[in-house]
Nanobody
Framework: QVQLVESGGGLVQAGGSLRLSCAAS????????MAWFRQAPGKEREFVAA????????FYADSVKGRFTISRDNSKNTMSLQMNSLKPEDTANYYC???????????????WGQGTQVTVSS
C-alpha cells in the first residue's frame, strides 16, 4: 500500500501561481511512476502531468504545457506540481496518483490521494 496526501491548494487570481505537494508513505516511493490528475464539477477526471520513477521523464497535458512543472524528490518521498500563469479553467480538485508505469489514464494508477482544491478567480 502507498498512502498519498496532497497539499498546497487554495484560491488564487488568474495569472498567479500555486505549488501543490504530494507526500507519500508506505511502500518504496521510488518504485512508482507518479502523476497529477484533476477533476472539475460535472467533468471527468483528466490527466495533468506525470513523472517517471527516476524523475528523468516528464509528460504534460497540452492544456498545461509550458505553465506547469512536475518534479519529485525520492529522498523525501514527495512530488510537486508548480503551477504558473493559472487560468480560471484550471479550477478543479487536484489528485496525485501512483502506479507502475507512466500513463495518462486514471485507471492505470493504483493509489490515489484525497485531493486538494484549486480555485482560480478571473
Amino acid at each position: 500500500q502507498v498512502q498519498l496526501v496532497e497539499s498546497g491548494g487554495g484560491l488564487v487570481q488568474a495569472g498567479g501561481s500555486l505549488r501543490l505537494s504530494c507526500a507519500a508513505s508506505g511502500r518504496t516511493f521510488s518504485n512508482y511512476a507518479m502523476a497529477w490528475f484533476r477533476q472539475a464539477p460535472g467533468k471527468e477526471r483528466e490527466f495533468v502531468a506525470a513523472i517517471s520513477w527516476s524523475g528523468g521523464s516528464t509528460f504534460y497535458a497540452d492544456s498545461v504545457k509550458g505553465r506547469f512543472t512536475i518534479s519529485r524528490d525520492n529522498s523525501k518521498n514527495t512530488m510537486s506540481l508548480q503551477m504558473n500563469s493559472l487560468k480560471p479553467e484550471d479550477t478543479a480538485n487536484y489528485y496525485c496518483a501512483a502506479g507502475g508505469l507512466v500513463r495518462k489514464t486514471p485507471g492505470e494508477y493504483d493509489y490515489w490521494g484525497q485531493g486538494t482544491q484549486v480555485t482560480v478567480s478571473s
